[in-house]
């Protein structure tokens, strides 16, 4: 149980363009759902969290107005990247936030390459 | 302010040895903690947590990590290492102080596991 998929794994797009990555939780709801940035050989980024029915809340530093966020339902959490430049390319993961028991357990997509030429 | 070291960047082990990653954390009240592992072009997998009760807690793929509130340590250990342990682990800690449900990571430790 606690399957996360993201789509799409990779993308390449021309500088300008947006690109728009899905977070799906397979097998569980999840209210609350988190965007990460991670750069090679660097650790995970947050750079949003991500809540059912209400606006993300974004980490100090990170644009809201190029990174969009949307979660529309209980399993699908979006993030888009608007006017995309080559400094933009990255690793994106999310994570879905599972209530297992008493606490909760943070189960994380395969994450998405990004590359803009 | 809550956070989590990793003072290793790497480790190295020979296959069918014991390994051990280091993690310690600065938190305010009880600490969640967690260990995931990484590989390469690929999202993080979850191996274990601790947040109350026994102080060894065991995981997947034989994975085990022992709390240690004194030292404020939480170490991931496995009594055997594989090859296929080879990967970039992280340490993290819910970070209780926000009133969210976010995680602190490490710095994350590359573990070599050498045949």
């Known amino acids: 149980g606690a399957v996360v998929s993201q789509h799409p794994s990779w993308v390449i797009c021309k500088s300008g363009t947006s690109v728009k990555i899905e977070c799906r939780s397979l097998d569980f709801q999840a209210t609350t759902m988190f965007w990460y940035r991670q750069f090679p050989k660097q650790s995970l980024m947050l750079m949003a969290t991500?809540?059912?029915?209400?606006?993300?809340?974004?980490e100090q530093g990170v644009e809201k107005d190029k990174f969009l966020i949307n979660h529309a339902s209980l399993t699908l959490s979006t993030l888009t990247v608007t006017s995309a430049h080559p400094e933009d390319s990255s690793f994106y993961i999310c994570s879905a936030r599972a209530l297992r028991g008493h606490t909760d357990t943070q189960y994380f997509g395969p994450g998405t390459r990004l590359t803009v030429l | 302010a809550q956070s989590v070291a990793q003072p290793e960047d790497q480790v190295n082990v020979a296959e069918g040895n014991p390994l051990t990653v280091k993690c310690t954390y600065s938190?305010?009240?009880?600490?969640?903690l967690f260990w995931y592992v990484q590989y390469p072009n690929r999202g993080l997998q979850f191996l274990l947590k601790y947040i109350t009760g026994d102080n060894l807690v065991k995981g997947s793929y034989g994975f085990e990590a022992e709390f240690n509130k004194s030292q404020t340590s939480f170490h991931l250990k496995k009594p055997s290492a594989l090859v296929s342990d080879s990967a970039l682990y992280f340490c993290a800690v819910r970070d209780l102080s926000s009133g969210t449900y976010k995680y602190i990571f490490g710095t994350g430790t590359r573990l070599k596991v050498l045949a």
């Open positions: 991500s809540n059912e029915g209400s606006k993300a809340t974004y």
């Open positions: 938190v305010s009240g009880n600490p969640y």
